[in-house]
């Protein structure tokens, strides 16, 4: 089992900045790959970026390029999604999420995530 925690959620307005933090607790947290997802009110849980357990290679929607960072240390079991140039349309629900994965795709695919923590609000006023 793996117990997952976010913070670092909040208000802010456009073209400001926040980090996300995901605490995980449990199994050895370094052996898995880990993800970010958003839901936005009324849409579907979307994929942000994802890295990877072992190389730490790092992949990102498109919509995100550029303005988001996902990094991980291991020696304290923390995941971060740095959100720089927020913009209204990132408003969601941000989770992270683990699991283990054979595939490049399956970073992309929140149904191959087998751990997911409870989420932290991220409002984006313009």
């Known amino acids: 089992q793996v117990q997952l925690v976010e913070s670092g959620g909040g208000l802010v307005q456009y073209g400001d900045s926040l980090r996300l933090s995901c605490v995980a607790s449990g199994r050895t947290f370094s052996s898995y790959g880990m993800g970010w997802f958003r839901q936005a009110p009324g849409k579907e849980r979307a994929f942000v970026a994802a890295?990877?357990?072992?190389?730490?290679?790092?992949y990102y929607a498109d919509s995100v390029k550029g303005r988001f960072t996902i990094s991980r240390d291991n020696a304290k079991n923390t995941v971060y999604l740095q959100m720089n140039s927020l913009k209204p349309e990132d408003t969601a629900v941000y989770y992270c999420?683990?699991?283990?994965?054979?595939?490049?795709?399956?970073?992309?695919?929140?149904?191959?995530?087998?751990?997911w923590g409870q989420g932290t609000q991220v409002t984006v006023s313009s």
């Open positions: 890295i990877t357990w072992r190389s730490s290679i790092t």
């Open positions: 999420a683990t699991g283990t994965f054979a595939y490049v795709s399956d970073y992309l695919n929140q149904y191959k995530y087998t751990y």
